[in-house]
């Protein structure tokens, strides 16, 4: 059984900053590419930011410039830090992996629970 547990979200003030961090635990070997998607109320889902395991990183428009993914291979986690947030990041932040490579099959595009994000004075 695999899981992807999140941490890090919160109230923050316009200006400030966050770190989430998604941990994946189970009989891993290895994931390809781990990310981050965002859904705000009223909104599709949509990806802020993912890495493969080689370290190449794909982020939105929207983000460039002040958020920053990164992951720790041996750990299986990523993690994004948010900087310069300001209150259109308002969003359930969700943790995703895709092509998870465990002894017995290979898992696409888990889901973490999701972890609120707000962005308020």
């Known amino acids: 059984q695999v899981q992807l547990v999140e941490s890090g979200g919160g109230l923050v003030q316009p200006g400030g900053s966050l770190r989430l961090s998604c941990a994946a635990s189970?009989?891993?070997?290895?994931?390809?590419?781990m990310g981050w998607y965002r859904q705000a109320p009223g909104k599709q889902r949509e990806l802020v930011a993912d890495i493969t395991s080689g370290g190449n990183t794909n982020y939105a428009d929207s983000v460039k410039g002040r958020f920053t993914i990164s992951r720790d291979n041996a750990k299986n986690t990523v993690y994004l830090q948010m900087n310069d947030l300001n209150s259109e990041d308002t969003a359930v932040y969700y943790c995703?992996?895709?092509?998870?490579?465990?002894?017995?099959?290979?898992?696409?595009?888990?889901w973490g629970q999701g972890t609120q994000v707000t962005v308020s004075s």
């Open positions: 995703n992996a895709d092509y998870i490579f465990t002894r017995a099959t290979i898992l696409r595009r888990y």
């Open positions: 189970g009989s891993i070997l290895s994931i390809n590419t």
